[in-house]
């Protein structure tokens, strides 16, 4: 039986198919209603289209500042996640220790709790040690679960990865740094810029927990787009918010999908 | 990797440098808590020091004047919390993420298996971003646009209408206790935005999983004579349940917690989210929010722990 070419059988082709429609309908929808020309209803189909949104959007002072420290917010979260999931990365990939399974789950825990936890947990303690409510506390709260993305990427290529380059780099007489910056940190790089993405794209859209982290000064983009909602008449402008977000969010995603790929094609 | 180009100076270049790092290479011990001493710190001084003060928290009684807490232990907030209309809550929640975990399971199997089997080139790119842009456009705008498609005057009933079967909808929302006035309004409804927010986080382990699966194996399956669709349930899917169980994890877990789509879609009868920000946001009734916390976190914590069993978490 030749298997170089699979084809996939028609229910199969359907079935994909349906679900990347159900995915992708809202989101159509969310396209559709940035350029209607209705305020306030939201009829179907929309009674005209129309680009002043777009306009009225960009002389939204408050919708840049919120984009501003949504960008801020995500890439010092990122940064912290990545120094803090490749260490863990490195500690964890190789060595077996006494508390190892109890690390790795604790690494987990800020994701597979509900983010609702995490946020009271975390609002309940900022209060009680009497920190001010700033944009460094939803940081904090934001590299808490991202580390867990960076982690991840970077011990699945850690286990891909043979261990004789670093003993043939010793051997060579390399020192441990030398090792780690000429062999295994190219080796991770790519896996710790993917999974760096995904942490930026995870606190770029996160709501819940930045809900109990942030301050009253801070708005966060989501925050923003919490507060817009109720407001009938700011949807259609919310819409457009929404599409310029996922401008931002899409390449990011692209370059991580690329980076992965590379590694697993031959596998 | 052998054209890196390593150059190693001869000269070291300061000497008490170099013994540090000699004395991290002779003591693997020392290098493995230097490594985790910064993320050990961070996730448990910030992260694990706060939940388990929620825990603590639960069992600790308010001051019936202030509402402030004080630090007796007390079993009266799980008292409460076992009361039927507390219990109802837990309940709700619980079935509910069972419900979607097992449909997103379900209705995201066939589309992962196509992805991860068949898919190639730009088949491929254009699958990943079908299944990431919506998990990447703003969670809240997709839930709003949600409200929009199942709201009486919305897309779906428009498009029910063209075709004639605004009849079938009637009949689906005149079923007791799931149905309601509209989709927008019934558990229904909320079901199908659950479905829709958390499924791409069952996909992707999934596809993952089934992307793992050697074709050696495939191929040694058939050469000794197994048909199809025996291989499919006795080589694929036993190495793709794992992928499915890591998805499971996050379905689950997000719809337990999730107190925005409840607020926004349903009958705003309370999920565990909705009642932990409402007891949370009460004066007095903040050991009760805890305890509300604590559902989650024991529910959770048995779920991972059967997860681990299952090898969920090499397919994360």
């Not at chain 1, 817009?228 to 996922?246: G, M, S």
């Not at chain 2, 990797?1 to 390593?6: D, F, L, N, S, V």
């Not at chain 2, 004080?70 to 419900?99: C, E, G």
């Not at chain 2, 926004?264 to 009760?288: D, E, K, M, R």
């Amino acid at each position: 039986m030749r298997s170089d070419q699979p084809r996939a059988s028609w229910p199969l082709k359907l079935a994909a198919f349906a679900v990347i429609a159900f995915l992708n309908f809202p989101v159509l929808v969310i396209f559709l209603y940035a350029f209607t020309t209705e305020e306030a209803a939201f009829t179907f189909p929309p009674p005209g289209l129309t680009t002043t949104w777009f306009g009225v959007l960009f002389q939204r002072e408050d919708f840049w500042r919120a984009l501003a420290t949504s960008l801020q917010v995500a890439a010092i979260a990122t940064l912290v996640a990545m120094a803090l999931g490749t260490l863990l990365a490195l500690a964890l990939s190789r060595t077996k220790f006494f508390g190892k399974e109890m690390i790795s789950l604790l690494v987990l825990l800020p994701i597979a709790l509900p983010g609702i936890v995490t946020g009271i947990a975390l609002r309940s303690s900022i209060n009680q040690y009497g920190i001010p409510f700033s944009m460094w506390t939803i940081i904090i709260g934001h590299a808490t679960f991202c580390v867990v993305t960076v982690y991840n990427n970077a011990v699945a290529r850690l286990r891909r990865s043979s261990p004789s380059m670093n003993e043939a780099s010793m051997d060579l007489g390399a020192t441990a740094l030398q090792t780690f910056r000429y062999i295994i940190l190219p080796t991770m790089a790519t896996a710790l810029l993917a999974g760096g993405l995904l942490a930026f794209a995870l606190s770029f859209d996160e709501i819940i927990v930045t809900n109990f982290t942030a301050g009253p000064q801070q708005q966060t983009l989501p925050i923003w787009i919490y507060n817009q909602l109720p407001r009938p008449r700011d949807r259609p402008v919310t819409n457009v918010a929404a599409i310029f977000t996922i401008l931002i969010t899409l390449p990011a995603l692209l370059v991580a999908y690329r980076l992965t790929r590379g590694g697993d094609e031959q596998a | 990797m052998t054209e890196t180009g390593i150059t190693l100076r001869a000269a070291p270049p300061a000497s008490l440098w170099r013994s540090v790092l000699r004395f991290f290479y002779r003591h693997p011990n020392a290098t493995l808590i230097a490594l985790l001493a910064l993320p050990l710190l961070w996730m448990v001084v910030i992260y694990f020091s706060s939940i388990l003060q929620m825990v603590l928290v639960s069992f600790y009684t308010t001051d019936s004047l202030s509402g402030r807490i004080i630090p007796k232990f007390t079993l009266a907030t799980y008292q409460q919390l076992l009361q039927p209309a507390n219990l109802d809550i837990i309940l709700r929640s619980v079935a509910m993420a069972a419900a979607v975990t097992i449909a997103a399971a379900i209705v995201g199997f066939p589309i992962s298996y196509y992805i991860a089997r068949y898919a190639r080139g730009r088949t491929k790119v254009l699958f990943f971003l079908g299944v990431m842009m919506p998990l990447w456009s703003s969670y809240l705008v997709r839930v709003y646009a949600w409200k929009l498609i199942l709201s009486n005057e919305g897309i779906l009933n428009w498009v029910l209408a063209q075709l004639g079967l605004t009849g079938v909808l009637d009949a689906v929302l005149s079923i007791p206790s799931i149905g309601g006035a509209s989709l927008s309004t019934s558990y229904i409804g909320m079901f199908v935005v659950f479905l829709y927010i958390w499924l791409p986080y069952m996909i992707l382990p999934t596809q993952a999983a089934l992307e793992r699966v050697p074709k050696s194996y495939l191929e040694a399956s058939a050469d000794m004579g197994a048909r199809p669709g025996m291989t499919f349930r006795k080589v694929i899917l036993p190495l793709a349940f794992p992928g499915v169980v890591a998805g499971s994890i996050f379905t689950f877990s997000l719809t337990l917690g999730d107190y925005i789509i409840p607020g926004i879609i349903g009958n705003s009868a309370f999920f565990i989210g909705s009642a932990v920000y409402t007891f949370y946001g009460t004066a007095g009734t903040f050991p009760l929010a805890a305890a509300f916390t604590v559902v989650p976190m024991a529910i959770m914590g048995v779920y991972l722990l059967i997860a681990r069993k299952l090898g969920a978490f090499d397919a994360l």
